[in-house]
């Protein structure tokens, strides 16, 4: 159908509904004039009159009154739909879609969250988990979580979350078997526990830095996982030394499941940051996660 042809069947509903030009007109805006020249068109297109019009009043005929029972139904679910729309400019509230890494997800994203959702019954988000670097655009995602030196430089970046540090760890009956490393190199006869993810294709290296001397080691072992929480957990277990964000280990570290070695070769790293195209239209539900989430020092 044709714009104009809609625009007409909204002006006819409008004079329908009020029986009356003047009153339809007021309703849309425009002038009685123009309304009746609206429904004139619309009537000449059709081949029947719609509209019974005498000097004092305004009433249907029987094939306007088959169009308005026809049109005003959709017409008002339309209108109705819209200004829910409408709403959703004004208050936080539909579906927002992060993806994410798994420390990330736990340490800083739900805890987060566990605050703001029962605040805002009308807001969802959901959390997609992945290892890999995932295109937010083609994906359809609002927004990403990652480390801020990780971030492409056409995304607008907040961060949300402290600097980072890596640790290199594995469980006391590992290093009783065998003596714990005090130079990177030193990794050449440990049994590590490799990381694999999906963007990067090969094996993560780990990096290490001191006084200013950065290196990155490629280590060996009997286990290559793509999820820090199966590494976590088979450091744990003694099957080898991993290398893992100082937050998602720090508690079995306290809890002395885990040594840690190499520490001062772990300097200090951008933490992570939220991530999304645009500020442009930006909705109050993706501004009230960027408010809530940034990272205040």
């Known amino acids: 159908m044709a714009r104009q042809n809609l625009n007409d069947l909204i002006a006819f509903r409008a004079v329908a509904l009020e029986r009356s030009f003047t009153r339809g007109a007021a309703q849309m805006g425009v002038s009685p004039s123009a309304l009746s020249h609206a429904i004139r068109s619309l009537e000449e297109r059709l081949g029947v009159r719609l509209l019974t019009r005498t000097t004092r009043s305004v009433s249907l005929t029987e094939a306007g009154e088959r169009l308005l029972a026809a049109i005003g139904p959709h017409v008002a679910e339309i209108e109705a739909q819209l200004e829910a729309l409408g709403e959703l400019r004004d208050k936080p509230a539909g579906t927002i879609r992060i993806t994410t890494g798994g420390d990330a997800a736990g340490t800083i994203l739900w805890p987060a969250l566990a605050r703001i959702l029962p605040d805002y019954p009308d807001l969802t988000v959901e959390i ?27 995304m607008v970046a907040v961060r949300i979350g402290p600097d980072m540090r890596m640790a290199a760890v594995a469980a006391p009956a590992y290093f009783a078997l065998r003596p714990p490393p005090s130079t990177p190199q030193d990794l050449a006869a440990h049994r590590c526990i490799n990381l694999r993810f999906p963007t990067l294709g090969g094996l993560y290296a780990w990096e290490f830095e001191k006084d200013g001397r950065a290196l990155n080691v490629r280590v060996e072992g009997p286990l290559i996982v793509n999820e820090i929480a199966i590494a976590l957990q088979a450091a744990m277990d003694g099957a080898g030394v991993a290398y893992l964000p100082e937050s998602y280990v720090r508690a079995a570290i306290d809890a002395e499941r885990l040594t840690r070695v190499l520490e001062d ?33």
């Open 128 to 154: 997609s988990v992945n290892a890999g670097f995932v295109d937010i655009v083609q994906a359809r995602f609002d927004a990403g979580v990652r480390l801020g030196e990780t971030i492409a430089q056409d």
């Open 265 to 297: 070769w772990c300097p200090a790293f951008p933490g992570y940051h939220l991530y999304f195209p645009s500020r442009r239209q930006q909705s109050p539900a993706l501004a009230l996660l960027v408010e809530r989430l940034r990272f205040k020092v």
